[in-house]
């Protein structure tokens, strides 16, 4: 599996942002996909995550209401939707694949065993 995210940027509180995750070898009907993040001497969180073929998405809970996980139907590229950034949404993102992912795994983050090299996101206030 290989995985390349794209889209960061500088935003100030209040705005909105559009991740993306190109997705090569991922099993068409299985597995999991998740988007995680990392500030400066913070442990890595969990961000989002979408069944790669039912589409079923769970949230961590600094998000929800806020971001939103998608995926094209050709599965080629996961997004995340991410409104009414703040401060403390700023933090280098992650997408990472686990393609024998199961349901009750999708926010673990030892189950992700693919990852992409990270896209930074700065929210200034």
């Known amino acids: 599996v290989q995985l390349q995210a794209s889209g960061g940027g500088l935003v100030q509180a209040g705005e909105s942002l559009r991740l993306s995750c190109a997705v090569s070898g991922m099993p068409y009907n299985g597995g999991n996909m998740g988007w995680f993040r990392q500030a400066p001497g913070e442990e890595r969180e969990f961000v989002a995550a979408?069944?790669?073929?039912?589409?079923?998405?769970v949230y961590g809970d600094s998000v929800k209401g806020r971001f939103t996980i998608s995926r094209d139907n050709a599965k080629t590229t996961v997004y995340l939707q991410m409104n009414s950034l703040k401060p403390e949404d700023t933090a280098v993102y992650y997408c990472?694949?686990?393609?024998?992912?199961?349901?009750?795994?999708?926010?673990?983050?030892?189950?992700?065993?693919?990852w992409g090299q990270g896209t930074l996101v700065t929210v200034s206030s």
């Open positions: 979408i069944r790669w073929s039912g589409g079923h998405t």
């Open positions: 990472a694949a686990a393609p024998r992912g199961i349901y009750s795994s999708l926010g673990v983050h030892s189950s992700y065993n693919h």
